[in-house]
């Protein structure tokens, strides 16, 4: 255990806190010593705190922690937060002031503490999408990106989405998404510029919607590209794509980033979600498009690979570039 | 009762024939005189051979009729046909060679028997789609459109999809689907030239779904215009739009054909699906879109909108003017 | 319009608050003239305030009603409440006592107002099960039952149950739910003597269970009779039940209180839920027990029957018998 | 590899045969070498043959295998069976009779072949029921037991349960199931006397209702003893039931065949199911019962502990102790 970091949880009790905790169970890297909630759960066990909503059971390693207020000074060096919009910028850049290094689930700007520093998740689906933009975009260029996402129920946190209301239902609507979407993707795939984010220049169309699935968020996918490119060239560029995390072979890194599926009616939810332990994005239904150039269907796990275990991925590729 | 075409269904005991047989009851113009069905049930009264799935009760006037082979000749003046594809050819083709008048629920080429005629009905999504678009295309004449559809069971029949590909899963291919809705668009909003069908001059781009909905096909949609438009004049167009059904006020036809929410969640499957007694298409979210010009959601009742209200409304329209 | 009662509802913008108004639409007797929530509706008119879920569209006649307060005054002269728990005891006495007759869609103790009173609904489960065993009782004296519910998700209010908690799940716990089946029904199918509830006699266990289901409770039942039965007799007994709501033919009873239905799948939520309106229970699977002596699954319609729809016949009743 | 038993498996297109491919994939004692079933698949590789619908992916080291017909002979020492029912016997004979060892994952009377022999399964929700009331009947003498159980979908293998007939629905039928679970439980937990099972004396209640979960059968249980006992000895007898499979470590039996669990909203099928990689049975919210003497939840993981997983074991324990 001596050499591991000591990892805080902050929104410890949340859908994507309790992945934290379940990924990080027998991490190499990291071992959880502190979990905070900004909830009623404070001074509780985190056993007693937390309704553990995940099939696995709560690792025993965190059972008897204490569950604290999301505030510094917490027992840790690194901390993953996963706390809800309004409170997290706040909480948040106390423990940067306060020297701590966090990893957040969640886009925004990036605060620059005193002694320690804050690296953000972007949107869920963005991460999905954007891994999947990324390796078209270099060979490519994106012109043009129309994605019309099916998302899962978990990506609302808990309680989130009502039963009454997706029972036998869809619902067309997410508040702020198609927005964190069409941008946060253009700013992921943008350049650094003279010490700024210079967005991507290609155009972004977002439609989201919420399903009737537990984890997984798909999407639609079109893509208009400014150079020309066969189908056999677009699928070969995705089955290939491989990055510094498979490089560097870090823990959380799923061997293909990407998988290509031929099968007509992959990838779905429930059958393709866990993929490369929820890490890897799976694409299937590539095609030819009659308005733009190609499109295909993209799927991954979205409080996984879209919130806590893109996090973790963060922390080891930053411990492995020595940038902490 | 004297004066109303005698009215006979193929296919009775399916998901589409029930529904015309519940549409039919009590109808105005038409009383059901003969049912006739491939499969085991023949020769059987109705409520014996039915296992009827719809929430309201088998109409008692068709409870006891027998259930016929799909064979001419058939105790009725004009055929309602929701039979599979394999077989409807073949059958359908054998009835307007008897004279009878048919209205049948998907797309086919139009069969020119010797004394009836086949009056067919496209696709069930590319119905609603075609509905949305038609206004748009006549008043600001569509360049391309973007349709990704999230389609309820019902489309795909009883038993259809297994139980176990749509829990807690959305599936992302429906066979012939995309072609379909693809080229059933283009040939609906196009024109009669020298007696044939020149297909509408837009292209037309389609991903399709299947989502765990009974009833109601929704379908994100984004529109590229020839015409430059005002998001308020686009919306002006589709509340607007009214057609010969309305004019001669038909039986089935709704008051509002379209109908434009302005609430930012709707539509949705379990709340709008029956608009208009199932006959309305519902319109929301429409707003500009970063890559095409407009987009918007719609949705409509898939087995009565998309399939055996739209074929009795056919029917009342030739009854009306006079061409039957 | 001349002559009706004009009447409150308490808690409008709820799931049952909504089946209220619906219900009420077009009544001969009542007129829904003051609309009450406890939320931050207060001061908006109705169709500002309240996010309508029902699948029909909100009554045209109540959209420009304020939400007022749920205390007295209200502009009516009979409230309709169906208030949370905590709330409701409070709110509902105060009404009482300012004179106002309300029937409420929950059991509670009998208040008994300075003015007015307070007729209280039981349980949504208890009722259900209390009209089919109410002829049981009757007839063949209850010795014991054994009740097994699958409950409905409406059955817990809006948002209530967690999207989440109920994808591909069941969920065996309902708080206090148990033990209200098990007493109330004891209750209802007691007596009056010397002016106090004397239980009725029999015991009663209760397991209940919430299922991804919208509307609709079920209950798999098992009863043991104090006198000996043939099954034919036990099916004509409730075949055959009919009390004072369809003597006095009002307008919410339905023609037939019980359904008894034959076929082996049935009563089913989907198809069931609305038999007469909503306001009829169905039975089927009836057969002898090898553990209890008799057994069947019976279902209705938990916010109309079991709510709303219950309160409204409660007031007919009240009104044809010159009790208010 | 070496001295591994060579397995085949009959039906290995299913779903309960897909769960034996994967339950097998690096088991310490079986491997398997041949894969039958009895569709159109035959002579395809498996890969290619089989629609994999486990959320894993296929085992590689059957991808290229052949799928056979059902018949001997077939590449393997031992047969794992789950036909369905009408072509089970026949087949199941003839593999008996050519001296293979069976275990088939359905009760049926046992076969006695020439040279091999059959080792059946009970059905599905018998398994469970029968292990959660072993330790009671051994300690307490079950007087009598109402069982009513909430079973998933791939409990009707594949395509089993149209999606319509489920969604937003329950229904109240299982063919034959009722009669099953009464009169095999009786027969599991009865004994061999003169060489014939007597079956056990307490007689058995069950209704059996679809509901719409993935995997994991659940039921509500009552139970009646002949012996008196307190909750908490109720509680130790089931917590400490342990049998041969635990004392000989087999490789498939879980550390504890019974799970109770204290928290009042469980066993839930999502969270529960796969508890001791799916061998577990978990119980919960045991209680005093108003009309018998004890009540509990349990659940267990239909196609494993109640299936293929089930069969394993049985196999692990012939071998174990010298039986083949």
Redesign the interface.
């Known amino acids: 255990m001596a050499g591991k970091y000591r990892v805080g949880i902050l929104g410890a009790t949340g859908?994507v806190g309790q992945r934290f905790v379940q990924l990080l169970e027998d991490h190499p890297q990291f071992e959880v010593t502190g979990l905070a909630a900004s909830d009623r759960s404070q001074g509780k066990s985190y056993s007693e705190a937390c309704a553990w909503?995940?099939?696995?059971e709560m690792p025993a390693s965190v059972r008897a922690l204490r569950v604290e207020a999301p505030r510094p000074p917490l027992d840790c060096d690194l901390v993953f937060s996963s706390l809800p919009g309004e409170m997290a910028r706040e909480v948040e850049g106390e423990f940067a002031r306060a020297g701590y290094l966090q990893l957040i689930e969640r886009q925004r700007a990036k605060h620059d503490g005193r002694g320690g520093f804050i690296v953000t998740n972007p949107n869920c689906s963005t991460i999905m999408l954007a891994l999947a933009l990324a390796p078209l975009n270099i060979r490519f260029r994106l012109e043009?990106?129309?994605v019309?996402t099916?998302q899962a129920?978990?990506g609302a946190g808990?309680?989130?989405?009502?039963?009454?209301?997706?029972?036998?239902?869809?619902?067309?609507?997410i508040e702020n998404e198609e927005e964190k979407v069409?941008t946060e993707t253009q700013k992921i795939l943008g350049r650094i510029q003279d010490g700024e984010i210079a967005h991507a220049p290609f155009?972004?169309?977002a439609?989201c919607?919420r399903?009737?699935?537990?984890d997984g968020h798909?999407a639609?996918v079109?893509v208009k590209l400014t150079e020309t490119a066969t189908l056999e060239e677009v699928r070969d560029c995705l089955i290939n794509f491989s990055s510094l995390p498979q490089e560097l072979r870090l823990h959380s890194a799923p061997a293909r980033p990407l998988i290509v599926r031929d099968e007509?009616?992959?990838?779905?939810?429930?059958?393709?979600?866990?993929?490369g332990k929820g890490m890897s994005v799976t694409i299937?239904?590539l095609a030819r498009?009659?308005?733009?150039d190609y499109?295909f269907?993209t799927l991954s796990h979205n409080t996984i690979r879209g919130a806590a275990g893109a996090a973790i991925l963060n922390a080891e590729l930053l411990l492995a570039t020595n940038r902490i």
Chains 1, 2, 3, 4 share one sequence.
Not at 53 to 56: E, T, W
Not at 211 to 214: I, L, T
């Open positions: 859908m909503r995940l099939p696995s043009s990106v129309v019309t099916m129920l978990s808990y309680p989130g989405v009502a039963s009454l209301d997706v029972s036998d239902n869809v619902l067309p609507f069409e155009s972004v169309s439609q919607n399903v009737n699935v537990s798909m639609a079109r007509p009616d992959r990838p779905q939810p429930r059958l393709d979600r866990d993929a299937g239904r498009d009659r308005v733009m499109r269907v």
